[in-house]
């Protein structure tokens, strides 16, 4: 039993001194690097073979102390918003319209805000010509509907129903042609 102990406390050292590694350069210079690829540095850096397990754990202990856990992110929110409030005087009063936004998709198939804009009434689709505008302006840029406006057409044409709009939604965050078939087949 002494000997497991022992091994134990070793692996717990090895993965205090990964996480302080991480920590201090690799992890803060590349935040999103992967555990194999660091595994690798650790390895022919550092001479230290851990396990998998041991390398994620060690990494999101060394994440946390840098960025600090969850919880704590969300409670700065509250400092941030009375930031905001105190710096930008009048900028938070209420907005009758809606936020309207354009996203990119990166390399990984994310999607990330690349533009928005808060105007007086939403857009509508039906709208003759609104397509069109935007083909003329961005010739090359890909038009994608709004989705809520979709399910509320959806609706008047008489399909309800909270599977339909569970599909819908499905289908509208699908960042790949074939997994937008999948579920486009489903509905």
Aim: charged share 30%; proline share 3%; aromatic share 8%.
């Amino acid at each position: 039993m002494e000997k497991k102990e022992e091994e134990k406390n070793v692996y717990k050292m090895l993965e205090r001194m990964v996480e302080k590694k991480m920590e201090k350069r690799d992890l803060r210079d590349n935040p999103n690097m992967s555990v194999s690829n660091f595994m690798k540095i650790v390895r022919k850096n550092y001479d230290i073979d851990i396990t998998t397990n041991q390398f994620y754990k060690a990494k999101s202990r060394a994440k946390e102390r840098i960025h600090g856990s969850i919880e704590e992110q969300y409670a700065k929110l509250w400092d941030y918003c009375e930031e905001l409030k105190a710096n930008n005087p009048g900028s938070t009063g209420t907005h009758l319209g809606q936020i309207l936004y354009a996203v990119g998709i990166d390399a990984n198939n994310g999607m990330y805000p690349v533009a928005f804009a808060m105007v007086e009434m939403s857009m509508s689709y039906k709208q003759k010509g609104l397509g069109q505008g935007i083909r003329d302006l961005i010739p090359t840029a890909e038009h994608r509907h709004c989705v809520r406006h979709l399910h509320n057409n959806f609706k008047i044409a008489g399909h309800n129903g909270l599977a339909l709009k569970q599909r819908l939604w499905t289908a509208a965050g699908s960042t790949t042609i074939p997994r937008f078939d999948v579920e486009m087949e489903k509905m």
